[in-house]
């Protein structure tokens, strides 16, 4: 009987999706499975493309034209059906491409990337002897570097060889060699007697052999046996090699220290209860778990995981990248063990994808790692953890722009397992679920360690500060705290907020400023590698020393950057081991853990940084935070600025104080009473989440309304503002009166990577054929694409700028 199987292929466009059918040549018949990769032709046969494989049938509609699938690219399927049914979900909210969703659920190896080939059609024919030798195809690559290709291009043109495109692989298994003894006791010895007394390495081998049924080949080479003198033994019949698979372990050669469960207080006690109760009940409950920074949510994390892995179950807990510090790491290894697998962005490829292997064959029952962990292939969910929910890292920034934190429950649902949303601040959103009785709620209300006490934080008007003519970073007040703890031997945390912030060049004579050439946006300077660097494109020039506009040669550096304000600290106190964490100091793989050990290891005093610094320090001798500009982030565009302040400030007030030593914070600001900030001077989430959510409710935003975020780009301004006032139009017309279009304007960026950008945000409240006509924008765009105009879909977009 035929086989068919529906194929999704690796071609991103609204025409290709769709499953397509081919069919199963006789030697897959027994093999093939859905959720497997395959190779398949596309097109008009000379493109080889990789697939996966979403539905297996016995008949198909359209028999004849059908062509076979090459060959399969997994032995077993990378995806399961639970993923897969996540994947059509994905589609479903987020309006991407079902390609692009089901390749963002594997590690990044194994995404296709293709071959150029030249083929020989003929095998007679005599460019055989010329160019191909034994094989019937060449690379592409080395044609060109034989000097070939325009020879080659003449017989495509002849029709003797065609051009094709194969799957190139790319996730290789680690292997590691070893070396199995053939000797036994009793034909060592003679052999041994055979052996020249002159060929002592040889005798040793077989001395080595003699005990060692099993070792890596570097076992050998350790003491003194070189490779050659293995390959001899090889050839002599006393050993043989085998290559074993090996994963890369990030971790390897760390010990953890066994920690054990702490006795839990009232409030932790009664949340691990609840969950725990959800998760023996098998009920798919969404707990939000309120408690404010050191109340012990992590350790509730860590016992419920212990239990869930009791009972034989799984468990994945999400963490922003940023707090992914080897700290964290080390609670969670520490407590659970060998169970735990990490996944984040500091992991190499080859890395992640062993991490990912281990986890895929049941060999890790607990995934920590950040947004993309949420893809994990565990079977049997008991649990799934999202910390600091409110993380705008969480949402995808790039097609399929998914939030990691509704994936998380639409998986708690299939596993029918409780879903733990954890936050000192949480999102409006979430918190407004838990008020409605959504989301169960759940308070820790003080810091769990007794003999810890929340900071008492102070503000300073820096408008004040001005006026006394201190035109420094540092004011008055937190210049003798400093000084105060260096005499204490005590440790400083400051932060210098960079979000809607940067260092720039400004001519004092005309007041040029340096802008990208691609974007709308002025360039930014990168002391450490002495060049301006656009943070949208990436584009990179030298500083200028005369202004390009008038010639001047009065053309300053302007802004604040962390080098800068390190510099000034240091002139304020000589003597004071400073560690600067931002983008220049850890962009080297390792950085960021090495500038945190060190820290930790008391050699530095002041650990200076960007909004980094703000999440899972747990260090007791930090007695004082200072935050040296609170507000740079209230005045941005975005409906969500005083969340962002507000989230921050408590995080980053959260460092100081966490054992025995009290703390102190500073935060510095040019609007001492704003809400955001008076709000997280007091450590009042619940205050800031009333008035906050008045506010909403006034000018009509999240979570009063949902919101969809429709661009358009091109590299005319006329083309794109066109098409997206052709579809506001289209909209308009189809949506209830309840339903507020802002724009369509330019972006707020209004030029990135040479295209013009225009969107259009839509607020509603029901609008139940939303989504459809959405779809049927994009599926109408399709021909635009071809003229490279582009329409894109944002569903509750985290970012309004
Ligand atoms: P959070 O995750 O809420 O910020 P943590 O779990 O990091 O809080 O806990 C803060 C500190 O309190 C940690 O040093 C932790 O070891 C300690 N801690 C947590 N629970 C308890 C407890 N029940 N008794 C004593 N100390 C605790
Ligand atoms: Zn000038
Ligand atoms: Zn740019």
Redesign the pocket.
């Known amino acids: 009987m035929p086989l068919f199987a529906e194929v999704i292929v690796d071609v991103p466009t609204m025409q290709t999706d769709q499953p397509f059918t081919y069919i199963v040549p006789d030697e897959l018949l027994d093999v093939i499975e859905v959720g497997m990769r395959v190779e398949v032709p596309f097109g008009d046969g000379n493109r080889h493309i990789q697939g996966f494989v979403t539905a297996l049938s016995q008949t198909s509609t359209y028999e004849e034209k059908l062509k076979p699938i090459i060959r399969m690219l997994d032995l077993s399927p990378v995806l399961n059906q639970e993923l897969l049914a996540l994947a059509d979900y994905m589609k479903e909210t987020t309006y991407a491409f079902k390609i692009t969703c089901l390749q963002t659920m594997l590690p990044s190896v194994m995404k296709a990337e293709y071959q150029k080939k030249i083929v020989l059609k003929d095998p007679s024919h005599p460019a055989k002897q010329q160019y191909f030798l034994e094989s019937n195809e060449i690379d592409w690559q080395e044609a060109e570097e034989m000097g070939i290709l325009r020879q080659l291009k003449k017989l495509r043109e002849e029709n003797i060889v065609e051009l094709r495109y194969v799957v190139k692989k790319k996730n290789k298994v680690k292997k590691i060699r070893y070396v199995n003894s053939l000797l036994t006791p009793r034909n060592a010895a003679g052999i041994y007697q055979e052996i020249d007394n002159r060929a002592a390495r040889q005798k040793q081998l077989v001395e080595l052999l003699e005990n060692n049924a099993h070792q890596p080949t570097a076992f050998f080479t350790k003491q003194g046996i070189s490779t050659a003198v293995l390959k001899q033994g090889e050839k002599k019949g006393w050993l043989s090699f085998e290559e074993v698979e090996a994963y890369r372990d990030p971790h390897q050669g760390k010990v953890f220290n066994k920690t054990s469960a702490?006795?839990?207080?009232n409030e932790?006690q009664q949340a691990v209860d609840k969950i725990l109760a959800a998760e023996k009940k098998a009920k798919d409950e969404v707990f939000l778990l309120e408690?404010?920074?050191?109340?012990?949510?992590?350790?509730?994390?860590l016992q419920s995981i212990s239990t869930v892995l009791a009972a034989g179950k799984t468990a994945i807990m999400l963490v922003p990248e940023i707090a992914l510090t080897p700290q964290m790491v080390e609670?969670f290894k520490s407590r659970l063990g060998d169970a735990v697998a990490v996944l984040h962005s500091g992991l190499s490829q080859g890395e992640r994808y062993d991490e990912w292997r281990k986890i895929e064959r049941g060999e890790a029952q607990v995934v920590v790692g950040a947004r993309s962990a949420i893809f994990a292939p565990l079977e049997n969910i008991g649990i799934i953890i999202v910390?600091e929910e409110h993380e705008s890292s969480y949402k995808q920034d790039e097609a399929p722009r998914y939030h990691a934190r509704d994936l998380a429950i639409w998986r708690g649902k299939y596993h029918h397992c409780p879903v733990v949303l954890?936050s000192?601040t949480p999102s409006l959103e979430s918190r407004a679920r838990a008020q409605k009785d959504i989301y169960h709620l759940l308070l820790?209300s003080k810091?769990?360690?007794?003999a810890?006490n929340l900071p008492s934080i102070e503000i300073v008007d820096l408008k004040k500060e001005y006026e006394r003519k201190n035109m420094s970073n540092f004011s008055k007040e937190l210049q003798t705290k400093i000084a105060d703890r260096l005499e204490k031997k005590e440790q400083s945390v400051l932060m210098l907020n960079r979000r809607g912030y940067s260092s720039f060049v400004m001519c004092r004579d005309c007041g040029y400023v340096l802008p990208c050439p691609n974007c709308d946006i002025s360039l930014t300077l990168h002391m450490d590698t002495k060049t301006m660097r656009c943070h949208y494109c990436g584009h990179e020039e030298g500083i200028p020393k005369h202004c390009p506009e008038c010639g001047s040669n009065k053309i300053r550096y302007y802004g604040t950057g962390t080098q800068k304000v390190q510099e000034e600290l240091q002139e304020l106190f000589p003597s004071a081991r400073i560690l600067r964490m931002d983008v220049d100091t850890t962009r080297r793989k390792g950085a960021h853990e090495r500038i945190l050990q060190k820290f930790g290891a008391q050699e530095a005093d002041i650990l200076l940084g960007t909004q980094m610094i703000a999440k899972g320090l747990?260090y007791p001798n930090i007695t004082l935070v200072g935050v040296l500009n609170a507000d740079t982030a209230l005045n941005l565009p975005d409906f969500r600025s005083n969340e962002r302040t507000f989230q921050l400030l408590t995080q980053v007030a959260?460092r100081a104080g966490?054992?025995e030593k009290a703390g102190e914070v500073i935060i510095q600001s040019f609007n001492p009473d704003h809400h955001a900030i008076v709000l997280a001077q007091k450590q009042d989430y619940e205050t800031f989440y009333k008035q906050e959510m008045f506010l909403r409710h006034q000018s009509g935003y999240s979570p009063y309304y949902f919101t969809v975020k429709i661009t358009c780009s091109h590299q005319e301004e006329q083309v794109a503002a066109k098409k997206m006032f052709q579809i506001a139009q289209e909209v308009k017309t189809a949506l209830s009166s309840d339903s507020i279009i802002l724009g369509p304007t330019p972006a707020s960026i209004a030029r990135v990577k040479n295209r013009y950008q225009y969107q259009m945000i839509i607020k509603y409240k029901k609008e139940p054929a939303l989504s459809q006509m959405l779809k049927k924008i994009l599926d109408n765009s399709q021909k635009d694409q071809r003229k490279s105009l582009y329409v894109a879909i944002d569903n509750e977009p985290v970012n309004f700028i």
């Open positions: 702490l006795s839990l207080n932790q408690g404010i920074t050191g109340s012990g949510k992590t350790e509730i994390y609670r910390d954890g000192a820790l810091r769990a360690d007794p810890a747990d959260g966490r054992a």
